[in-house]
């Protein structure tokens, strides 16, 4: 019977983040390719030469069997807010292959060959990468293999050794506190050793657009995910809502 629950639970995860995967991230076409060359775990080459990089992704590893098994010499659309080049001459898009509603991202995420970048503005994008990402935490695929994917915030040391890495940090925030311009969601009682995210008052309004208070967050757990400074105990600065899941509390 257990087994039964079990397996119809799996089934409906799967079924809820492929319809929420379905025609998502679906921004106007802004060009097609084939597929040439893939450069690493997220950029590949297209026939005539330009550099495509993945949107709406971070990684922890390097290898590209995941990427390669995908697009290599395949045909795809590229799709997004625009086609301007990053400052290394990428192109940054949402990858679809031909006759597909589900991005490559979206499968990446849901092999657990990635993580789900906070920088997706459109929300239906955002929560689709998220459904993909949860999908494959639930099954413990890919990365979510390893059970250490997202950090204690008790662990101060083992957050430190990521320093300059994209990170998931989780934890009960202690107290909220504002000093000058920054507020602080503190995890721990120290602020020179424990992990805490900062959030700069000009970044105030990004970070509270989905109703969300900072100051209703003390006492909850949340899950952070960014990118991983020292100043002097581990941070993340968070800059925009989707960086902050509530995950339990008031």
């Known amino acids: 019977m257990r087994r039964l629950v079990a397996a119809t639970l799996s089934i409906s995860v799967l079924v809820t983040a492929t319809a929420a995967q379905a025609g998502a991230c679906a921004f106007e076409v802004q060009d097609e390719g084939h597929v040439a060359q893939v450069i690493d775990a997220r950029s590949f080459r297209l026939g005539d030469g330009r550099e495509i990089r993945l949107a709406g992704i971070e990684l922890i590893a390097k290898d590209t069997g995941a990427l390669a098994a ?93 320093i300059g890495r994209f990170m998931l940090v989780e934890g009960r925030v202690l107290s909220v506190r504002q000093a000058g311009t920054m507020t602080y969601l503190n995890f721990g009682r120290s602020w020179t050793r424990d992990f805490a995210a ?46 902050i899941e509530v995950l339990s509390g008031k």
Not at 136 to 149: E, I, L, M, S
Request: hydrophobic share 40%; charged share 25%; net charge neutral.
């Open 70 to 162: 995908l697009v290599k010499d395949k045909d795809v659309s590229l799709r997004g807010p625009d086609d301007a080049p990053d400052r290394y001459g990428r192109q940054t898009a949402f990858v679809f292959l031909a006759g597909s509603d589900i991005s490559v991202q979206a499968q990446l995420l849901a092999q657990g060959a990635a993580l789900a970048s906070p920088d997706v503005a459109d929300k239906d994008c955002a929560a689709a990468l998220l459904a993909a990402e949860a999908e494959a935490r639930a099954g413990k695929k890919g990365t979510w293999a390893d059970p250490n994917v997202i950090k204690n915030a008790e662990s101060a040391d083992d957050i430190l050794a990521g």
């Open 198 to 243: 900062t959030i700069s008052r000009r970044m105030m309004p990004s970070v509270e657009s989905n109703g969300l208070t900072l100051k209703s967050l003390e006492n909850r757990r949340i899950r952070v995910r960014g990118w991983v400074e020292a100043h002097p105990g581990p941070r993340i600065e968070v800059v925009r809502a989707g960086q």
